[in-house]
């Protein structure tokens, strides 16, 4: 049964950095495109960033674009996004995804999802 697992996430002030890191198990990493959402509460679901399986195109939400670069190590079944210059509406519940193949940013295309990090950035 595919996993991911998510971690690196916590509570930052305004302006500094994370690195959140998404694990997968039990599938094959480099035939998905991954993506990163985010949830903050009260809100739905948004798209962050998604790379592609081979990591030739990578699209990023607006919200995001300069700030937060996403990477991948197929080796390690791992999908990372440095997020910098954090500001507090950054604050959400973080998820990694996965689709087969190709790239989406609509959270109903991705087959499998982790179980989310928070995030938390103070003014």
């Known amino acids: 049964q595919p996993q991911l697992v998510e971690s690196g996430g916590g509570l930052v002030q305004a302006g500094g950095s994370l690195r959140l890191s998404c694990a997968a198990s039990?599938?094959?990493?480099?035939?998905?495109?991954m993506g990163w959402f985010r949830q903050a509460p009260g809100q739905e679901r948004e798209f962050v960033a998604v790379k592609t399986w081979n990591g030739g195109t990578t699209y990023y939400a607006d919200s995001v674009k300069g700030r937060f670069t996403i990477s991948r190590d197929n080796a390690k079944n791992t999908v990372y996004l440095q997020m910098n210059s954090l500001k507090p509406e950054d604050t959400a519940v973080y998820y990694c995804a996965a689709r087969r193949w190709n790239l989406a940013t609509m959270s109903n295309d991705y087959d499998y999802w982790g179980q989310g990090t928070q995030v938390t950035v103070s003014s």
């Open positions: 039990g599938l094959t990493f480099s035939n998905y495109a």
